[in-house]
């Protein structure tokens, strides 16, 4: 099935769901990767894909690696492949991979074109998806980047079948995420399917980038709606920085994020108790962690400025209205904020 | 007076020549210069600028300082100021400091604003407007970079005086480009006025933006017409990166680029040797290189490849086409531009 995401300036672009055609450029292309994914899966992209020249470039595989270091890797491979204007980038592989090649894309040459072949589930549901691309830096996750659309998405199914099972968690996190802020519908729909069921998860797919599309085509560079794929994140990232990005996948600590976004929720009346405890439940089903020890409350609402999404020391949080919709507001005083750390 | 730039996506901006206005600004503002500029205009800038909260970045002067490290300084500056999303990046000082401060604006948390206030008369008629942003490597000239258009630029050529006589000379070289390849009226103008006398400053900073200015705004993203504006540059950039951007200034390379161009169009029938002595004639009134001693004629002609206007092994040049036009081509011979460098 496809997916089509309408922006403007020609930044449309069509996102495939389904087994990886055969992919014929007329152009040079390096293909980014890392030895994970190459190891189980580049003999089969090799035997899909044709180029008039075709080069790869390995990263090392980790959230650790998305920096400044590694982005001059993906570009040095660019130039000594001698791209130029007309060439193509593909990142094949998870979220790592597709930020930085984006990146890379976004500012060799000042920008040339990228697909997407995203191979884990996060980056299927939500990353490979909008454009955005970005680096770490000692300050933060993503604060370097771009936003750089790529000219199209291929999400194939069947690279998840090598996926571990906690990197699958972390990706149903986010296919959580978008039913709670945008569509009820969906949400039912996941308390009863298992994502883990081979016929359910192109449906998830489809339904989350669906969801994705929509929400970008209406804010590209978020100026507001977007912002409300950052529920669960706002929390999510000073998890990641305080246990120096070791602890949990990315999608873990949003799962962890989304909580306590819900127990806020709760205590200024915008959710039940009950629709707190599905969400709750249908993040255990896949054993995403839905707490965490804070040891000093103080210390956590600080990390909250070093997030980007927030200016003006106005901290935006995202908070689910009930299952299926959400407000985005920075009027959320620190003292329920730390009472319901408190309770974490 | 003010000359428009129109774009589209809300990139429109005004251009300002005129003694510097008093600026507020009720954000985050960093103003990125280096130490000679500061030394002899920031105390009058500091003067002239009011910000929520101001804070100045200063780089090494010099084009060997245009790098991937330099850039990462600029960043940290930003991070260490706490900018946000809202903020704004202040260009003060030559080309250098304009391409770096716009490309560390482009990607500071995916993109902030930035204006330009350009010190150098190369950058005031040329480099400050048109939003081309980069760094260089060891690969090229500005091989990595972005497109990133200023919210506005404020030319004030009393910063002028104390420019060195060679600096403002490649600075000329600039004017005399946009003259050849656009408009024979200001060529002819130019013959009759000398750039020294102050009366005639203003009126030649505002020929070139306005020239400037309109082929941006047809052709923003260096799809067709603005190549043009590199008349000079697929010659110049080789022999600064033969002489290790050391010997001559870039507007000094880009004028014996010019003459270089030339007598490729006087050879291929598109400009009389007549046109091509006014503008050798032009060039040297502010002494402005006009020649460049060839060791190796095929090593320079290898160069090209190096040059990211190049595609596809096909170089693109940019000819006068007589005095007040000109064309851009991919089909010339290597044997005629051979002989021609072998004349040189």
Known sequence: MIVKIDLSNDNSYKIYIEKLQALSFDRKVVVVTNPTIAGFHLEYLKSKITAKELSFCTIP????????????MILESCFEAKLDRKSLLVA????????MTGFAASIYQRGIDFIQIPTTLLSQVDASVGGKTGI????????????????????????????????????VAEVIKMAVCFNSDFFDWLE???LRD????????????????????????????????????TFGHVIENLTNYKTYLHGEAVGIGMCMANAL????????????????????????????????????????????????????????????????TDEIKKDDVCEILKGF
């Not at 094949?92 to 930020?99: A, K, P, W």
């Not at 339904?207 to 929509?214: D, F, I, R």
């Open 92 to 99: 094949f592989g998870g979220g790592v991979i597709g930020d």
């Open 61 to 72: 595989d980790g959230e650790e690696y998305k920096n400044m270091k590694t982005l001059e």
């Open 198 to 233: 081979e016929k359910n998860i192109d449906i998830a797919i489809q339904k989350s980038v669906e969801t994705k599309a929509y929400v970008v085509s209406i804010d590209e560079k978020e100026q507001g709606l977007r912002a409300a794929l950052n529920y669960g994140h």
């Open 265 to 328: 929720a709760v205590k200024l009346g915008l959710m039940t108790k009950e629709q707190e405890q599905r969400v709750e439940n249908l993040l255990k089903k896949y054993d995403i962690p839905t707490t965490y020890k804070i040891e000093d409350v103080e210390d956590f609402y600080e990390h909250f400025f070093l997030d980007k999404k927030s200016s003006n020391s106005k901290i935006k949080f995202i908070l689910p209205v009930g299952i299926g919709d959400c407000k985005i």
């Open 136 to 171: 770490n830096n000692k300050f933060g996750k993503n604060l370097v980047g771009s936003f750089h659309q790529p000219k199209a998405v291929y999400i194939d199914s069947n690279f998840l079948k090598t996926l571990p099972k906690r990197e699958f968690g972390a990706g």
């Open 192 to 194: 009863k399917n298992d």
